[in-house]
């Protein structure tokens, strides 16, 4: 069997950052209620006439393919992990392969919030183990700015917008690359974590409008709790399932939705700080583009042979944690 490796990786935030300071004036918060319960100092911001998710795509795909040096009608597929597409349909998958001229592919979307990447990754890794495929990308994005509302602090401080994405073809080498994924779900999670209007359940109208229903809602701390729980518990069955050690990893790449769910996880495993890959401050919560955009701003310090776990958890609920052993 293939295993699929990641040969190449992008990354795009937009220039515009909402920082702290920027919120104090936006609603009843401060920096340093923000920096101690969160650990964000800033958020970039998606700014500009028709720029949305797909564009952020489109610059991450370009840095994939040229910094693997392949052209855009090399890509064979291309999931995108988001829960904030261009529009409800189509795909903005498909937006993206258009956008940058990738005629031979297709692809389509992923929604599992902040767990879409993992989800997507795991995804693309069965279609280049199986023979299927040998260029696929994966993406994680999100424009959460477009459905978070600016008046509500107990949302607005956390969410930003950017992503990133990488790309996996096969290796006879059956010692790099994506080795083992464990994914979860559990539906009654919804209750904590949605937007209640703007599907086929509520219809977008001048009422939920008013209501405020097409902004995210969250209750955090049973989010807070389960995420802690949930990302734990995945990566030990991870280790136990690929007879690993803690010790034996060399980097933990968390979701980065609060650096105390971060450190809680760390800690829960016994796991040094230092090895944790963290850029929540810089950030926030990205949502499905926290993972890729940690693998993107982490490349240069990491080595062939590093053993790396992934772990997110998100709405739905949905979580799970991924194992690698990186390949350049
Ligand atoms: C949202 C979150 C940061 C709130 O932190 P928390 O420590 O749970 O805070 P609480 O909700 O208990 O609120 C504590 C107090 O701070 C207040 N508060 C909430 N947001 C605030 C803000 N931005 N600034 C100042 N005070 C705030 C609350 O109103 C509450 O006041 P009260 O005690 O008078 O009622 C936290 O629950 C969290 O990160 N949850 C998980 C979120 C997440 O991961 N989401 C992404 C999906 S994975």
Same mark, same amino acid.
């Given at each position: 069997m293939s295993r699929a490796v990641i040969t190449s990786i992008g990354g795009f935030v937009p220039d515009d950052i909402l920082s702290n300071q920027d919120l104090e004036k936006m609603v009843d918060t401060t920096d340093e209620w923000i920096t101690s319960r969160t650990g964000i100092k800033e958020r970039r911001i998606l700014k500009g006439e028709? %720029? /949305?998710?797909s564009y952020m795509g489109v610059q991450i795909v370009n840095e994939i393919l040229q910094k693997r040096g392949i052209t855009p009608d090399q890509i064979e597929m291309l999931i995108c992990a988001t829960?904030?597409?261009?529009?409800?349909?189509?795909?903005?998958a498909n937006t993206i392969l258009d956008k940058v001229g990738a005629k031979n592919a297709f692809g389509y979307d992923i929604n599992a919030a902040c767990s879409g990447f993992l989800f997507a990754l795991t995804t693309a890794t069965k279609f280049i183990e199986s023979g299927t495929f040998k260029k696929v990308i994966v993406l994680g994005i999100d424009m959460m700015s477009s459905i978070?509302?600016?008046?509500d602090r107990t949302t607005c401080i956390i969410f930003g917008d950017g992503g990133g994405g990488v790309l996996l073809e096969p290796s006879e080498?059956?010692?790099?690359?994506?080795i083992d994924s464990i994914l979860k779900a559990d539906g009654s999670g919804r209750a904590y974590l949605?937007? %209640? /209007?703007?599907?086929?359940l509520k219809p977008p109208s001048i009422d939920s409008v008013l209501a405020n229903e097409h902004y995210v809602y969250q209750d955090g701390k049973p989010v807070f709790k389960a995420a802690v729980t949930g990302m734990v518990s995945t990566i030990k069955e991870l280790l136990e399932r690929n007879k690993l050690d803690m010790e034996e990893i060399d980097w933990l790449v968390p979701h980065q939705a609060n650096m105390r769910i971060i450190n809680s996880v760390a800690e829960m495993l016994d796991f040094p700080k230092d090895k944790v890959m963290v850029n929540i401050h810089k950030f926030g919560n990205t949502t499905a583009g926290t993972l890729p955009l940690c693998l993107w701003d982490y490349e240069k310090r990491l080595k062939k042979g590093d053993k790396i776990i992934l772990s997110a958890f998100g709405g739905g609920f949905t979580w799970g944690s991924t194992y690698i052993v990186w390949n350049y």
């Amino acid at each position: 069997m293939s295993r699929a490796v990641i040969t190449s990786i992008g990354g795009f935030v937009p220039d515009d950052i909402l920082s702290n300071q920027d919120l104090e004036k936006m609603v009843d918060t401060t920096d340093e209620w923000i920096t101690s319960r969160t650990g964000i100092k800033e958020r970039r911001i998606l700014k500009g006439e028709g %720029k /949305a998710t797909s564009y952020m795509g489109v610059q991450i795909v370009n840095e994939i393919l040229q910094k693997r040096g392949i052209t855009p009608d090399q890509i064979e597929m291309l999931i995108c992990a988001t829960v904030t597409g261009d529009m409800i349909f189509p795909d903005t998958a498909n937006t993206i392969l258009d956008k940058v001229g990738a005629k031979n592919a297709f692809g389509y979307d992923i929604n599992a919030a902040c767990s879409g990447f993992l989800f997507a990754l795991t995804t693309a890794t069965k279609f280049i183990e199986s023979g299927t495929f040998k260029k696929v990308i994966v993406l994680g994005i999100d424009m959460m700015s477009s459905i978070i509302d600016y008046k509500d602090r107990t949302t607005c401080i956390i969410f930003g917008d950017g992503g990133g994405g990488v790309l996996l073809e096969p290796s006879e080498d059956e010692g790099y690359g994506i080795i083992d994924s464990i994914l979860k779900a559990d539906g009654s999670g919804r209750a904590y974590l949605h937007m %209640k /209007a703007g599907g086929s359940l509520k219809p977008p109208s001048i009422d939920s409008v008013l209501a405020n229903e097409h902004y995210v809602y969250q209750d955090g701390k049973p989010v807070f709790k389960a995420a802690v729980t949930g990302m734990v518990s995945t990566i030990k069955e991870l280790l136990e399932r690929n007879k690993l050690d803690m010790e034996e990893i060399d980097w933990l790449v968390p979701h980065q939705a609060n650096m105390r769910i971060i450190n809680s996880v760390a800690e829960m495993l016994d796991f040094p700080k230092d090895k944790v890959m963290v850029n929540i401050h810089k950030f926030g919560n990205t949502t499905a583009g926290t993972l890729p955009l940690c693998l993107w701003d982490y490349e240069k310090r990491l080595k062939k042979g590093d053993k790396i776990i992934l772990s997110a958890f998100g709405g739905g609920f949905t979580w799970g944690s991924t194992y690698i052993v990186w390949n350049y």
